[in-house]
T-cell receptor, first 116, second 112 residues
């Protein structure tokens, strides 16, 4: 089973709201990722967690705050977002069996975020 | 120059046609090559995964990698309307933590 789940599917929030996106996988993968995807563009990497530790932060604004409570869960906390942050937010995971993050990434269905 | 180039299309073919999708890249360090299919407003779904040069076949799909030309292809045989989606190529250097380099994606429509 190569399933990554994400909740909620859709989220509408105002610029002063605080919300969280959630991602879960039960494949035993040890690397988890957050991507942002705008319409007709490829996914852009935001954060990478390896063994529950933040490995990569692609200079993402601090209004996005990732959290990895355990090896199966990944959260993205949102605060004071801007309308230009409206996008599809994708979570992915990979096995990381080789000791390096070269393994194939499996994506979740995404959360479609609209910031008003 | 972008590291991965992919013609965004759109590409429109009749049902049953053979579809050829391609990407070129500039970084010779790329070793892992993937094709993802993404339906509208959904997450990317892994279709094919290859390591280094060569061919890989899975049902109606064949992935080819030519590292000498820095060129990868995905062939879809007997295309179906359900194949209508955006196809993203992606690649990885193997030594950089978690970083996938994506093409822009090619939008494919298969009409009945």
């Amino acid at each position: 089973d190569t399933e990554v789940t994400q909740t909620p599917k859709h989220l509408v929030m105002g610029m002063t709201n605080k919300k969280s996106l959630k991602c879960e996988q039960h494949m035993g993968h040890r690397a988890m990722y957050w991507y942002k995807q705008k319409a007709k563009k490829p996914p852009e990497l935001m954060f990478v967690y390896s063994y529950e530790k933040l490995s990569i932060n692609e200079s993402v604004p601090s209004r996005f705050s990732p959290e990895c409570p355990n090896s199966s869960l990944l959260n993205l906390h949102l605060h004071a977002l801007q309308p230009e942050d409206s996008a599809l937010y994708l979570c992915a995971s990979s096995p990381q069996t080789s000791g390096g993050l070269t393994d194939t990434q499996y994506f979740g269905p995404g959360t479609r975020l609209t910031v008003l | 120059q972008k590291e991965v180039e992919q013609d965004p299309g759109p590409l429109s073919v009749p049902e049953g046609a053979i579809v050829s999708l391609n990407c070129t890249y500039s970084n010779s360090a790329f070793q892992y090559f993937m094709w993802y299919r993404q339906y509208s407003r959904k997450g990317p779904e892994l279709l094919m995964y290859t390591y280094s040069s060569g061919n890989k076949e899975d049902g109606r799909f064949t992935a080819q990698v030519d590292k000498s030309s820095k060129y990868i292809s995905l062939f879809i045989r007997d295309s179906q309307p359900s194949d209508s989606a955006t196809y993203l190529c992606a690649m990885n250097r193997g030594s950089t933590l978690g970083r996938l380099y994506f093409g822009r994606g090619t939008q494919l429509t298969v009409w009945p």
